[in-house]
Structures are given as C-alpha cells and as structure tokens.
Nanobody, 127 residues
Framework: QVQLVESGGGLVQAGGSLTLSCAAS????????MGWFRQAPGKEREFVAT????????YYADSVKGRFSISRDNARNTVYLQMNSLKAEDAAVYYC????????????????????WGHGTQVTVSS
C-alpha cells in the first residue's frame, strides 16, 4: 500500500507556472502507474495526465496538452506535474493517484482504474 501527499499548489496569475509534487510513502512509487486528476467546484473529477509504471510513457488530456508535463523521479519516490501557461479554467483541486496496472507500460486515464489517492492541493489562477 502507498500513501500519497501532494504539494506545490497555490495562487498564480494567468500565464504563470506551478509545479506540483506528489510524494509517495509506504511503498515505492515505481511500483505504480501514476496520474494527476483535478476537480473544480461543481464539476466532476477529470483526468489531467498519466505516466506509465515503466518506460515513463505519458499521456495528457487535450485541455492541457502542450502546457503540462508529468514526470517521475523514482529515486525520490516523487511524481511531478509541471504546469505552464496556466489559464483560469485550470483552477481546481489537483489530486495525485496511483494504480497497479494490468500492463507495465499501460496508460490509465479513468479515475476508477486508480487504487490510491492523495488528499489534493488547491490551484487558483487569477486573471
């Protein structure tokens, strides 16, 4: 079992950047496929980005493609989400999630495919 703690959220101006971190403990993050999701007030939780367990294959939601980048540092047991060119519509609580994938290099985009979740970190974008 793994515990996930997100950090790095905050208030940023539109067009600015933030880097979110997801620190894993209890079991190595290298054992899991990892993902980032977000939920804005009154909206469903939505997929943002994922990185596979091996090969570090990545996949992004269309809304963030070209602006966000997911990466993992297995030595630090941490997954990152670099967010650039932030827009007002990116404001949300961002959640880190871990999944035991059916295939080592699979990319998982559905929330119900993930087994473990952090408590989230708030990102606010001012226009």
């Amino acid at each position: 079992q793994v515990q996930l703690v997100e950090s790095g959220g905050g208030l940023v101006q539109a067009g600015g950047s933030l880097t979110l971190s997801c620190a894993a403990s209890g079991r190595s993050a290298s054992s899991y496929a990892m993902g980032w999701f977000r939920q804005a007030p009154g909206k469903e939780r939505e997929f943002v980005a994922t990185i596979s367990k091996i090969l570090s294959r990545t996949y992004y939601a269309d809304s963030v493609k070209g602006r966000f980048s997911i990466s993992r540092d297995n030595a630090r047991n941490t997954v990152y989400l670099q967010m650039n060119s932030l827009k007002a519509e990116d404001a949300a609580v961002y959640y880190c999630a871990a999944a035991t994938p059916p295939d080592l290099a699979v990319l998982l985009t559905a929330a119900n495919e993930y087994d473990y979740w952090g408590h989230g970190t708030q990102v606010t974008v001012s226009s």
